[in-house]
C-alpha cells in the first residue's frame, strides 16, 4: 500500500519568505533582481528595492496558480448554465 503525505505553507508566510529570498537578497543568481524571472513577470519585479506588498501583488500565490481552474471565468459560466438548465 502506498501512502502519500501533502505539505502546504502558509501563503502569506511562503510569500514573505519568497520576497525575503529572491527579492531583497537577490538569490539564485538575482533571478528576480534583473534576471530571467523579471521577463516571466512581464517586466513588473523590481527588486531588490520592492516591497513585500507590491511584491505579492505581481507575484501572486503560488497556490492559486497551482490549484486553481486556468480558464475560471469560462468554467464558472458553464456550471451557472448547467444550474440553471437543471
Given at each position: 500500500p502506498c501512502r502519500y503525505f501533502t505539505?502546504?505553507?502558509h501563503p502569506l508566510e511562503r510569500i514573505r519568505s519568497a520576497h525575503a529570498y529572491f527579492c531583497v537578497a537577490c538569490s539564485e543568481h538575482h533571478r528576480q533582481c534583473g534576471g530571467h524571472d523579471v521577463h516571466?513577470?512581464?517586466?513588473?519585479?523590481?527588486?531588490?528595492n520592492?516591497?513585500?506588498?507590491?511584491y505579492a501583488r505581481t507575484v501572486g500565490s503560488v497556490y492559486t496558480r497551482a490549484f486553481a481552474p486556468k480558464e475560471p471565468s469560462e468554467r464558472a459560466e458553464e456550471k451557472l448554465e448547467t444550474v440553471h438548465a437543471e
Open positions: 505539505l502546504l505553507r516571466q513577470w512581464g517586466g513588473r519585479l523590481s527588486c531588490p520592492m516591497s513585500l506588498a507590491a
